[in-house]
């Protein structure tokens, strides 16, 4: 008999609060289960199946016959609480198609504005000052301004193919080792890790990767691959998924169509390896998030329209990736394609205009 590895206990007077992070079950002890508990944890032999704390804690999973699969995690327990204990979240009814998400969306929306908005921040409440600032005038001239002014998220795209060359265009300014620095050495950086990329990168590890999902770009087989950023260059990892993009991405099922999109995962082994403390875990969705910024805006000024998610079904993505127990984790999903700009999928709007017309 051993103690599910994933467990925290938290002190609640008068008992104790035990947390199973992984299968997100939560569990109240009184002294004499906790009690039991304390001594099953200093002695697991003891256990006594005749025993009625015994074999409830059993059934309630706090104790396993079973060797449990552990991963190897560098941090300590924190962000291992955190990362585990946000995974997986159990949905009641994960959307089936894009009219029940368009229905669970609403009903969610409702319930929400049903609720009071959270009060102003205190510095905008008066009496602090405003001091007005100029009119912003000397935007700078060119591709980036009129990039961050029309990025955008949509959620309808055509589905039509993007073009193989702007896919390379995207990867290599979003993840690529750029060949235009590579003369550029500081020396203050140990040998190994002198690639950069556009976006910045803790420690200069450039801890996060991308693995490309390819379901229509002319001149390149659908499917899943990997991006190497030293070579510039894809390789197969898997064809595409059976099941529809959006049945990975929690039920987003309006998104199914898009041709092109990119998971950042995070090699939190690079992470380990140089930053002990839990606090880097922080910094890898950071860098996720600049990643994944630059790549909306590489797509945007290309003429295409982005989308982005941090809502991945977990073990389906790591499965899709062959990263389960993996160091390397799947954080965010970002994509684009054609798309006429709009924000709404077509069946969300024609659900809420039905809904306004009953009210
Ligand atoms: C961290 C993060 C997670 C997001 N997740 C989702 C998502 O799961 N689904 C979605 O449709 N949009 C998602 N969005 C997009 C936001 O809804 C969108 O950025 C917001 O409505 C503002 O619109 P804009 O991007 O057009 O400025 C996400 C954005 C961020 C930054």
Not at 6 to 33: A, C, M, S
Not at 229 to 247: I, R
Not at 300 to 325: I, K, P, R
């Amino acid at each position: 008999m051993q103690i599910n590895p994933h467990l925290f206990i938290l002190p609640r007077t008068p008992g104790q609060i035990v947390w199973d992070y992984k299968n997100h079950k939560q569990f109240e002890l009184n002294l004499k289960y906790s009690t039991r508990l304390a001594e099953l944890i200093n002695n697991p032999s003891i256990f006594n199946k005749n025993n009625a704390i015994d074999s409830q804690l059993l059934s309630a999973g706090i104790l396993t016959s079973t060797a449990p699969d552990i991963c190897k995690w560098g941090w300590d327990e924190l962000s291992k609480i955190f990362h585990i204990g946000t995974k997986n979240i159990p949905c009641e009814h994960v959307p089936q198609d894009i009219h029940q998400w368009s229905r669970q969306y609403l009903d969610h929306c409702s319930d929400v504005l049903s609720t009071p908005a959270p009060p102003a921040r205190p510095s905008e409440c008066p009496p602090h000052e405003l001091i007005a600032l100029p009119e912003p005038q000397c935007l700078p001239q060119g591709s980036l301004a009129t990039a961050l002014l029309d990025r955008k998220t949509c959620r309808v795209f055509t589905g039509e193919a993007v073009p193989l060359e702007m896919v390379s265009t995207l990867l290599y300014l979003s993840l690529g080792y750029l060949h235009e620095r590579k003369d550029d050495i500081d020396d203050s950086i140990v040998e190994g890790l002198g690639a950069r990329r556009s976006s910045p990168s803790g420690g200069g590890l450039n801890a996060c990767e991308g693995f490309f999902l390819a379901q229509n770009v002319s001149n390149l087989e659908p499917g899943l691959y990997a991006y190497h950023p030293t070579e510039h260059a894809l390789s197969l990892v898997k064809p595409l998924p059976t099941q529809p993009l959006g049945q990975l991405l929690c039920g987003q099922h309006f998104i199914n169509n898009l041709p092109a999109g990119l998971f950042i995962t995070s090699r939190f082994d690079k992470l380990w390896w140089k930053y002990e403390h839990s606090r880097a875990y922080r910094m890898a969705y950071v860098e996720a998030g600049h990643i994944s910024q630059t790549f909306q805006l590489v797509a945007t000024s290309l003429g295409l329209n982005t989308w982005l998610t941090g809502a991945l079904t977990d073990d389906q993505v790591e499965a899709l990736l062959g990263l389960e127990n993996s160091a390397e984790q799947p954080l965010f999903f970002v994509g684009c394609g054609q798309s006429d700009g709009q924000v709404m999928c077509k069946e969300l709007k024609a659900m809420l205009s039905n809904r306004e017309r009953e009210q």
